[in-house]
T-cell receptor, first 112, second 113 residues
Framework: DAKTTQPPSMDCAEGRAANLPCNHSTISGNEYVYWYRQIHSQGPQYIIHGLKNNETNEMASLIITEDRKSSTLILPHATLRDTAVYYCIVRANNNAGNMLTFGGGTRLMVKP | DGGITQSPKYLFRKEGQNVTLSCEQNLNHDAMYWYRQDPGQGLRLIYYSQIVNDFQKGDIAEGYSVSREKKESFPLTVTSAQKNPTAFYLC????????????FGPGTRLTVL
């Protein structure tokens, strides 16, 4: 599976959009981009995933560049409860066992 | 309530003792996973299982053992051979087929004194 690069930390004002970038320049055609988040001392929570089209759900939007070498997770109106570590993961569709490889993630701090 | 449970939340053991961490799921998922997380780090895969009575080593299996006798249960034993066992341990489950999310338990924080 391709490696991802994320900034170690970001701040965001409450009520504003949080835009979390992820670089995955070695992504291959059969790899999906997944986002999870982990609130302190809890298990990670799935947010969203996509292949090449932009995706939106009730939690967030995922924007993937046309060359698929980078993506951005958007939390449209960040709240204090969105403070967490956000992990960007790429995973092949032939990945045996549906395994995920977690990097260091981005620690998002939402401030009042 | 469907979900994945881990117990206990906090566990203390003396050095040299084996300890078993519990993981149970009622989501009818075929696949289950164990991860280890150290402070400020991402998750690392210890073992995973796609079906009852079968499991595979992950990236850091040394010093750990697992069993999968029932679909619902995937206990992890941290043996005395694990050199640095103090960590946060997370269990997860998923459907095997497709690009499906993993559901995580609340974790067990193991401290070896």
């Amino acid at each position: 599976d391709a490696k991802t690069t994320q900034p170690p930390s970001m701040d965001c004002a409450e009520g504003r959009a949080a835009n979390l970038p992820c670089n995955h320049s070695t992504i291959s055609g059969n790899e999906y981009v997944y986002w999870y988040r982990q609130i302190h001392s809890q298990g990670p929570q799935y947010i969203i995933h996509g292949l090449k089209n932009n995706e939106t759900n009730e939690m967030a939007s995922l924007i993937i560049t046309e060359d698929r070498k980078s993506s951005t997770l958007i939390l449209p109106h960040a709240t204090l409860r969105d403070t967490a570590v956000y992990y960007c993961i790429v995973r092949a569709n032939n990945n045996a066992g549906n395994m995920l490889t977690f990097g260091g993630g981005t620690r998002l701090m939402v401030k009042p | 309530d469907g979900g994945i449970t881990q117990s206990p939340k906090y566990l203390f053991r003396k050095e040299g003792q084996n300890v078993t961490l519990s993981c149970e799921q009622n989501l009818n998922h075929d696949a289950m996973y164990w991860y280890r997380q150290d402070p400020g780090q991402g998750l690392r895969l210890i073992y995973y299982s796609q079906i009852v009575n079968d499991f595979q080593k992950g990236d850091i299996a040394e010093g750990y053992s697992v069993s999968r006798e029932k679909k619902e249960s995937f206990p992890l034993t941290v043996t005395s051979a694990q050199k640095n066992p103090t960590a946060f341990y997370l269990c997860a489950s998923s459907i095997v087929q497709g690009y499906n999310e993993q559901f995580f338990g609340p974790g067990t924080r193991l401290t070896v004194l």
